[in-house]
């Protein structure tokens, strides 16, 4: 299956890519995904969306992820 | 309501009287306007870049007017957020809203401000003399750090999101217990009421002398 993973400002930056698309076995979690895209930096306090959903941190655990999917990783906000 | 990302923000006017005819019933027009800081940290700020999730930024902008109206009473909101490249001086949030009367107006205005700050999928980058960075909460705004429990006595209806937050500490560092009970973060503090303000990593129960635990 495939999944598009999307990347903003510094994680866009570290990962060299805003958009990357990853051909992944049927049935790979959200939390598979995160530590093959984000390595070390898993461990980083990141907000992450599915298809446009922001999915509080306890519930990332649960997901598992379907072809056509699109995973936004993202860094704490920062604005104003 | 109204909430959007632009590359310029409205004139102030604009979104006062925007508010002022939404509807009969205002009291109070509150405005909160964000403004590039030309020094940040000691070094001299060139400009800012933002950048937003285009689709999650708004809606997460609406959804805290949402909250804020029904949490507050407030009657209408509007928040303006800057994205692209900004100049010293140049407005960046605006965050205005309208009330039947100031004191919650007040109240939402600062959780708003807040709230956008910290919630909103937004990111400022910033380009000084010395170089550009991402600024994220940890090396942003200053924040105090509690290194043991303290005991506060609350003299206003508060939250205890917004108590912790005007002690200038951060929601994920601290627990506030009342009466040896873990206090929500939504949940209301009464005027009158003696919390403890405990570092995250205490627990409640180890930070409570009472129960001799």
Same mark, same amino acid.
């Given at each position: 299956?495939?999944?598009?993973?999307?990347?903003?400002?510094?994680?866009?930056?570290?990962?060299?890519?805003?958009? $990357?698309?990853?051909?992944?076995?049927?049935?790979?979690?959200?939390?598979?995904? $995160?530590?093959?895209?984000?390595?070390?930096?898993?461990?980083?306090?990141?907000?992450?969306?599915?298809?446009?959903? $922001?999915?509080?941190?306890?519930?990332?655990?649960?997901?598992?992820?379907?072809?056509?999917?699109?995973?936004?990783?993202?860094?704490?906000?920062?604005?104003? | 309501?109204?909430?959007?990302?632009?590359?310029?923000?409205?004139?102030?006017?604009?979104?006062?009287?925007?508010?002022?005819?939404?509807?009969?019933?205002?009291?109070?027009?509150?405005?909160?306007?964000?403004?590039? !800081?030309?020094?940040?940290?000691?070094?001299?700020?060139?400009?800012?870049?933002?950048?937003?999730?285009?689709?999650?930024?708004?809606?997460?902008? !609406?959804?805290?007017?949402?909250?804020?109206?029904?949490?507050?009473?407030?009657?209408?909101?509007?928040?303006?957020? =800057?994205?692209?490249?900004?100049?010293?001086?140049?407005?960046?949030?605006?965050?205005?809203?309208?009330? %039947?009367?100031?004191?919650?107006?007040?109240?939402?205005?600062?959780?708003?401000?807040? %709230?956008? =700050?910290?919630?909103?999928?937004?990111?400022? =980058?910033?380009?000084?003399?010395?170089?550009?960075?991402?600024?994220?909460? !940890?090396?942003?705004?200053?924040?105090?750090?509690?290194?043991?429990?303290?005991?506060?006595?609350?003299?206003?209806?508060?939250?205890?999101?917004?108590?912790?937050?005007?002690?200038?500490? %951060?929601?994920?560092?601290?627990?506030?217990?009342?009466?040896?009970?873990?206090?929500?973060?939504?949940?209301?503090?009464?005027?009158?009421?003696?919390? =403890?303000?405990?570092?995250?990593?205490? %627990?409640?129960?180890?930070?409570?002398?009472?129960?001799?635990?």
């Amino acid at each position: 299956m495939q999944v598009v993973v999307r990347a903003f400002a510094r994680l866009k930056e570290e990962l060299n890519a805003d958009r $990357l698309v990853l051909e992944l076995p049927n049935g790979t979690t959200l939390e598979e995904l $995160l530590h093959r895209v984000l390595g070390k930096r898993r461990g980083e306090h990141i907000m992450v969306a599915v298809n446009n959903r $922001l999915l509080p941190g306890e519930e990332l655990a649960g997901v598992r992820l379907k072809d056509g999917d699109v995973v936004d990783l993202m860094p704490p906000a920062s604005g104003g | 309501m109204r909430a959007e990302l632009r590359t310029r923000l409205s004139p102030i006017g604009a979104v006062v009287e925007e508010l002022r005819a939404s509807s009969e019933e205002v009291g109070a027009i509150l405005v909160f306007l964000g403004v590039v !800081r030309g020094v940040s940290r000691g070094r001299r700020v060139l400009r800012l870049e933002y950048e937003a999730h285009p689709e999650l930024a708004p809606e997460v902008l !609406r959804r805290l007017i949402e909250e804020a109206k029904e949490k507050y009473c407030i009657l209408d909101a509007v928040i303006e957020h =800057k994205v692209g490249t900004a100049d010293v001086g140049e407005p960046v949030m605006c965050v205005a809203v309208a009330s %039947r009367h100031r004191r919650e107006g007040f109240s939402a205005l600062r959780e708003l401000v807040e %709230r956008v =700050k910290h919630e909103a999928p937004i990111w400022k =980058k910033e380009v000084t003399e010395e170089g550009a960075y991402w600024v994220e909460e !940890r090396g942003g705004e200053p924040f105090i750090e509690l290194v043991s429990p303290v005991e506060v006595s609350v003299n206003e209806e508060v939250s205890a999101q917004e108590l912790i937050a005007r002690l200038g500490l %951060r929601a994920e560092d601290v627990r506030i217990v009342r009466e040896d009970r873990e206090v929500e973060s939504k949940a209301l503090l009464r005027r009158g009421d003696r919390v =403890k303000i405990v570092p995250a990593r205490v %627990r409640p129960s180890s930070a409570s002398s009472q129960r001799g635990e």
